[in-house]
């Protein structure tokens, strides 16, 4: 089997296994899904692009400030948080649990600066610069070192 094949079959398990109602069209959760879940609980959200030095378009989500509708306290200093989510998953893992139970939301309202990254080959980070497919084998050919430096 090859290593390709290898990694789809667990993304897909992981997706499957999380029941994820957020799902976009490859199955995992969609960026569009995710921005309307934090805007319809009245959260502030922004989308940042990073280029790695090996041309994948890694996504972070952040919330900067609480939402309005919480009576959280007026936030005079916010200290950055980056929540990195674990192998198989992705930001959604930190917003998708109803938002008293979801720490993304739950730092957003206690001043802090939420960052939510997303590594290559998530469902939100599927993409790279140099036009390189997901379809294609070199687009999986990279290691968990590579994760770590870029």
């Known amino acids: 089997m090859s290593s390709r094949l290898s990694t ?32 319809s609980r009245g959260y502030e959200v922004e989308t940042h692009y990073v280029v790695t030095a090996d041309f994948y378009n890694l996504t972070l989500i952040r919330h900067p400030s609480p939402a309005p509708s919480k009576g959280a306290p007026a936030c005079t200093s916010r200290k950055p948080v980056v929540l990195l989510h674990g192998i198989f998953c992705s930001s959604a893992v930190w917003t998708v649990p109803e938002p008293d139970a979801a720490l993304g939301f739950l730092l957003a309202d206690h001043c802090y600066d939420v960052w939510m990254p997303n590594m290559r080959g998530n469902q939100i980070s599927m993409t790279r610069t140099d036009g390189i497919t997901a379809d294609d084998d070199l687009f999986w050919h990279w290691s968990f070192d590579e994760l770590t430096r870029s």
């Open 8 to 39: 789809l079959l667990l993304l897909a398990a992981a997706t499957a296994a999380s029941g994820n109602a957020l799902a976009g069209p490859t199955g995992g959760p969609s960026l569009e899904n995710l921005l309307l879940l934090s805007t």
